[in-house]
């Protein structure tokens, strides 16, 4: 990108504002096109038939969001961080007071009065241009103390690389912190049926991303169809526990064994491709499995799914009330009153354990011969072949490890359910399992927790702000990619080195 700012006789750094209003201005107008269908037209109904509302007052406010947030990004690019820190600050005040006033204005007291802004649907960006400004203020300040301005690109890099370091080395004492938060959460006052319901869905991407980081962090191939495998777990456990009446603890050493089998029989024909072109193939895979459960009705119900599916037991003692108006198994065996949370904290735990158990085999895999050679192919595939390393073995070997931690979690989503269809598993889910990873760092642990807890339950947190949800889910995202472009914790430690210690490199 070029820059702004000039140099004059002189030395002195001169702002080039045409430059600048231009590339804001361009700025500008994508984000007119982009928010005028999706912010400025709403389809509602009107006496049985589908009509439209305009709000175009809201379109105006993203627009001069989005234009004026240029101008602060390009003067903290430029070194200029000054002015951007003190209107940001002023606009952080001016956008986060309405809102605010809205939140709290309920359990103070009912006689205040509503904003007249929120008959026009500007609270919510209000708070997404309080969440801008507060991005900008703490850019500049970074801008100030760092100078990060007359940083080279590969300066940048290596700093996110110093703070991934240093994060990956605490994650020895944080790593088991976090565990033992998270399996205390449920017993705290914190842990509402909600609450519990967004971490378990929280829990199950974090999952997923430890087993897709396997073949994208590990081995360096990029699968664009990790839900097949996810899919293949969910039916399988489906199938045998409606059909067969098979336990939960039967179905889910199976599901994981079938997704495997899965990603063997994609694995094989697509060793031979590279980059772009496997990356389609994986695509077009994810959506033939997609397409096979519409389609073959008479096994998987087709578009209308599988209803019913069993919920798991404590080791054979279920949670089902027997007679309805009695208690259950569960609660007999250790004495307790009926309550239906019980069982929302047992499948809380259950994933928390499943997860636990496939950040284990990652992690266990990653110091054995073959994560050193999945590593290996990551870093160049070719020298690989050159001294002698079977790539096959090991790409199969990627591919049905982190295919089996998709089928474990889609077995535990189907019970956790009750109900899968088709819709469940589109590619949208592989973009965000993917998302998570990159976000995360690929080949971080620990990020891909973070990430997950930013993608997944960021949006669950505003889910109030309805349409406006997914805005300041992508402010988020553009922020994270302009923050950081190598991920939130992009630090790849290499497993064994022949000289020196680990982290004394660079």
């Known amino acids: 990108m070029a820059t702004i700012a000039q140099s004059d006789a002189a030395g002195a750094r001169r702002l080039d504002v045409v430059?600048?209003?231009?590339?804001?201005?361009?700025?500008?107008?994508?984000?007119?096109?982009?928010?005028?269908?999706?912010?400025?037209?709403?389809?509602?109904?009107?006496?049985g038939s589908l009509g439209y509302q305009t709000d175009f007052t809201a379109v105006a406010i993203a627009v001069a969001l989005v234009f004026f947030g240029r101008i602060g990004i390009i003067l903290n690019r430029e070194g200029i961080p000054r002015p951007v820190f003190w209107i940001s600050l002023l606009f952080l005040i001016v956008f986060a007071l309405p809102p605010i006033y809205e939140?709290?204005?309920p359990s103070i007291?009912?006689?205040?009065?509503?904003?007249?802004?929120?008959?026009?649907?500007?609270v919510p960006l209000l708070l997404i241009g309080a969440l801008g400004a507060a991005w900008l203020l703490i850019q500049s300040i970074l801008v100030q103390r760092r100078s990060r301005a007359s940083l080279s690109r590969q300066e940048r890099d290596r700093?996110?690389?110093?703070?991934?370091?240093?994060?990956?080395?605490?994650?020895?004492?944080v790593g088991p912190i976090l565990v033992v938060l998270a399996v205390v959460f449920p017993f705290t006052d914190l842990a509402t049926r909600s609450t519990l319901g967004v971490a378990t869905i929280v829990l199950i991407y974090i999952m997923l991303g430890w087993g897709l980081n396997i073949i994208v962090g590990l081995a360096g191939l990029l699968d664009l169809g990790y839900v097949a495998f996810y899919a293949v777990g969910a039916y399988s456990y489906a199938l045998l526990s409606t059909t067969f009446g098979f336990s939960f603890w039967i179905c889910l050493p199976l599901a994981g064994v079938l997704a495997a089998c899965f990603g063997l029989i994609l694995g094989y024909p697509v060793l031979r491709l590279r980059g772009d072109y496997f990356a389609i193939v994986t695509l077009g895979f994810g959506e033939i499995i997609r397409i096979i459960l519409i389609n073959w009705a008479p096994v998987t119900g087709g578009p209308n799914g599988i209803n019913n599916v069993p919920r798991p037991s404590f080791f054979g003692f279920p949670f089902d009330r027997s007679p309805p108006e009695g208690t259950t198994a569960f609660h007999q065996l250790f004495g307790l009153d009926y309550n239906p949370t019980h069982r929302i904290i047992f499948l809380y735990l259950l994933i928390l354990a499943l997860a636990l158990l496939v950040n284990l085999i990652s992690t266990r895999l990653r110091r054995l011969p073959v994560g050193r050679?999945?590593?290996?192919?990551?870093?160049?595939?070719?020298?690989?072949?050159?001294?002698?390393?079977?790539r096959t073995n090991l790409k199969l070997a990627a591919f049905a490890t982190s295919a089996m931690c998709g089928g474990f979690a889609g077995s535990f989503f189907a019970t956790y359910q009750g109900f899968i269809s088709p819709e469940s598993f589109s590619f949208i889910e592989s973009a965000i399992v993917l998302?998570?990873?990159?976000?995360?760092?690929?080949g971080s642990q620990l990020g891909i927790v973070v990430a997950a807890c930013l993608i997944i339950g960021l949006p669950e947190a505003f889910r109030g702000l309805d349409l406006y949800r997914m805005?300041?889910?992508?402010?988020?995202?553009?922020g994270i990619m302009v923050w950081r472009p190598r991920g939130l914790l992009a630090h790849r430690d290499p497993t064994i080195l022949l000289h020196g210690k680990k982290g004394a490199q660079g």
Request: charged share 15%; hydrophobic share 50%.
């Open 19 to 47: 430059a600048m209003l231009k590339e804001a201005g361009v700025t500008g107008l994508i984000a007119l096109v982009l928010t005028a269908p999706l912010v400025g037209i709403r389809t509602i109904e009107q006496s």
């Open 103 to 105: 939140y709290l204005r």
């Open 109 to 122: 007291s009912d006689a205040l009065p509503p904003l007249p802004v929120q008959d026009l649907h500007s």
């Open 435 to 442: 998302a998570i990873v990159v976000l995360g760092g690929m």
């Open 471 to 478: 805005l300041v889910f992508g402010l988020c995202m553009v």
């Open 373 to 390: 050679g999945w590593e290996a192919i990551r870093e160049d595939d070719i020298a690989c072949q050159s001294l002698g390393i079977n």
């Open 159 to 173: 700093a996110m690389d110093r703070i991934g370091a240093r994060v990956q080395r605490l994650s020895v004492y």
